[in-house]
């Protein structure tokens, strides 16, 4: 991603755009980060520059303005309407008697503040990443040179978030899977720990979900190497088509994969289970022109009071694909044909499939 910018236009319109606006934030992975000396000092300096008693700089989130830095407020993050979205420049001379969502929403950072001033934050594309606010004790307290003082410190943040970017970016490149392209397990384990943190802080529910590839092995004897990860390439692809923007999607190793659902409870994972099942229901071409029915078993973990660890977590996603594993084997070996899960869909009989 190029430089940030201050541009004058609108920087959502549409849920398209907004699905878009979300990835641009989450691919920063700033989200629920600790605190960072850079982002500090632009709080600071947007302070000083403007003579404001408070400042920050805040991550537009789907449900959230998180404040990645903060200065004189109350609160870790506030509602989206304190973001503006939509709006560049929004300047509020008088807190006090400000009609509107966005002046209530600053209202609640802190007692005493009057005056404000922000400028959002965007990226090339003109989608907002955040915004960088002042607030002041005194109303009227922002002015033309002020204003322009804080435009140049939004340019300064601007350079952190994309420095950061670009950190992320090569630190995403060294934990991708060769195979498939999606993140690897380090890079799972990392979002599992981080969204449970959140979470024990602050109740929000979210879940994890454990996946396999049913009869990967026999696809590696039957089909060759070569075909199995075109398998997995295919699989993963399928899988990446389902997931909402901000989850993560992992191959954990050999035909286990592993999605880290944010904000989503088990009835989310569980709509999300059935959207999988059915982008599996058709065959994967092979490169013959023949085509292979591919099953996945897959088991749900939902965070709740309970669960103290992410391997505690992790684990009861395991166990329920594994049992679901398990219960497709038997039936499987029971009826001595290839079905498809869910519905036991026909795809061959053993010995068409060359087995004996």
């Not at 307290?141 to 670009?166: I, K, M, N, V």
């Not at 392209?181 to 602050?202: H, I």
């Not at 099942?277 to 897959?298: H, I, N, Y």
């Amino acid at each position: 991603m190029s430089q940030l910018v201050v541009q004058n236009r609108s920087a959502t319109a549409g849920a398209s755009d907004e699905q878009a606006r979300l990835a641009a934030v989450y691919a920063h992975e700033l989200l629920d980060t600790p605190q960072d000396p850079a982002f500090d000092a632009v709080v600071r300096s947007a302070a000083a520059l403007t003579g404001a008693c408070a400042a920050f700089i805040g991550l537009l989130d789907a449900d959230r303005l998180w404040f990645k830095s903060a200065m004189g407020v109350d609160l870790a993050q506030a509602g989206t309407d304190a973001a503006h979205a939509g709006q560049p420049l929004r300047v509020i001379h008088d807190l006090s008697t400000e009609p509107g969502p966005t002046a209530r929403a600053l209202r609640s950072l802190a007692d005493g503040l009057h005056a404000y001033a922000g400028v959002a934050l965007l990226d090339e594309a003109g989608r907002q990443l955040g915004t960088l606010g002042v607030l002041s004790a005194s109303a009227g307290a922002f002015g033309p040179a002020e204003l322009q003082r804080l435009q140049d410190a939004a340019l300064l943040a601007g350079t952190a978030l994309t420095a950061h970017y670009r950190a992320v970016s090569l630190a995403r490149a060294a934990k991708s899977d060769p195979v498939t392209g999606t993140a690897d397990r380090r890079r799972f384990d990392e979002a599992l720990d981080v969204e449970l943190q959140y979470s024990m802080r602050t109740g929000e529910p979210f879940s994890v979900l454990s996946l396999a590839i049913n009869g990967h092995t026999d696809i590696v004897t039957g089909f060759g190497r070569g075909v199995a990860d075109d398998v997995l390439r295919e699989v993963s692809r399928r899988l990446a088509q389902q997931v909402r923007v901000g989850d993560l999607l992992s191959h954990l190793g050999q035909a286990e994969f592993g999605i880290v659902m944010r904000h989503g409870a088990e009835a989310e994972a569980r709509a999300l289970a059935a959207r999988i099942e059915s982008a599996m229901a058709e065959p994967v071409q092979l490169g013959d022109g023949q085509s292979l029915g591919v099953s996945l078993s897959l088991g749900v973990g939902a965070y709740d009071d309970e669960v103290v660890s992410a391997a505690q977590l992790f684990g009861r996603a395991h166990r329920a694909q594994r049992l679901a594993a398990e219960r497709l084997e038997r039936r499987v070996n029971m009826v001595g044909k290839l079905l498809e899960a869910p519905a036991l869909r026909l795809v061959a009989s053993r010995s068409e499939a060359g087995a004996a």
